[in-house]
């Protein structure tokens, strides 16, 4: 019995390693009691007190916005402009971009195909933000970036706002040119929109409108301008945004 006795210094060591993985299996029950309570809540104050409307939208939704925004976890569209259950169609990528429709497909101008032309939304609201991580490795890659990288492959969509920054804002430094590139990548998406027959189309006919946005939860304050359709100009190589009804709430 002594012989298959373990040493004392082993058993603790067993003892310490059964509680750590205790510690971290609660860690982890924890994180999803608390959805738990989240969605209970929900269900509660939410769900039941607006079970009408919840009934209606399980039949067929009719949202306003098509949302494009970050995929970062400080920028949820819903906490910070409180777009309900069935106001908004959203995508969230890296870097909140919108590729040329020449590219060819991806999520992103899937769901621009599903909100527009299936849904008929009306509003499309493209949103940046501050300290984006995207930009970021935009503005720090040296040319065309790593061909195997996937985030590379991705931001490198936003190649005409960082090439657009560099020229205007080169005089600053690595943080502002970053800051300044937010912005601009913004603008730029909302051009590539209008590469899309089918979104130019009904921006010139009036029944859809392209809007950009920027948060910067630095400072907790958004910015909101709308593209001005007949004041754009797509007849340059790079083309040239107007915009109207800029608001800043703060």
């Known amino acids: 019995m002594s012989a ?3 040493p004392p210094a082993l058993t603790q060591e067993h003892r310490n390693n059964k509680l750590e993985t205790v510690v971290e299996t ?3 029950t924890d994180l999803f009691d608390n959805l738990k ?4 809540s929900f ?3 939410k769900y039941m007190e607006n079970l009408e409307h919840y009934e209606q939208l399980a039949k067929n939704q009719e949202p306003k916005f098509m949302v494009i925004a970050c995929a970062d976890s400080r920028v ?3 906490a910070i402009l409180g777009f309900q259950p069935g106001e908004s169609f959203t995508i969230r990528n890296i870097a909140n971009l919108v590729p040329p429709f020449e590219k060819g497909p991806s999520e992103t101008n899937a769901a621009l195909d599903f909100s527009v032309n299936t849904l008929k939304v009306e509003n499309i609201l ?3 933000h501050s300290c984006c991580g995207g930009i970021r490795a935009l503005m720090s890659m040296e040319g065309e970036g790593d061909s195997s990288n996937f985030i590379h492959n991705w931001v490198i969509h936003g190649k005409n706002a960082k090439l657009k920054t560099k020229a205007a804002a080169s005089n600053l430094n690595f943080d502002q040119q970053c800051k300044h590139c937010e912005k601009e ?4 998406s909302l051009l590539n929109l209008l590469t899309y027959p089918w979104i ?11 809007h950009g946005g920027y948060y910067d939860f630095v400072d907790c304050t958004f910015e909101k301008w709308t593209m001005d359709y007949k004041e754009t100009s797509l007849n340059e190589e790079d083309g040239k945004i107007s915009v109207k009804d800029r608001l800043f709430w703060c």
């Open 200 to 210: 130019e189309e009904k921006v010139r006919e009036g029944v859809l409108s392209i």
């Open 76 to 78: 949820c569209p819903s």
């Open 43 to 45: 269900k509660k104050h």
């Open 185 to 188: 990548s913004i603008n730029r």
């Open 4 to 6: 298959s006795r373990e």
């Open 26 to 28: 609660e860690s982890g």
């Open 126 to 128: 493209v949103i940046g």
């Open 37 to 40: 309570r989240r969605f209970l």
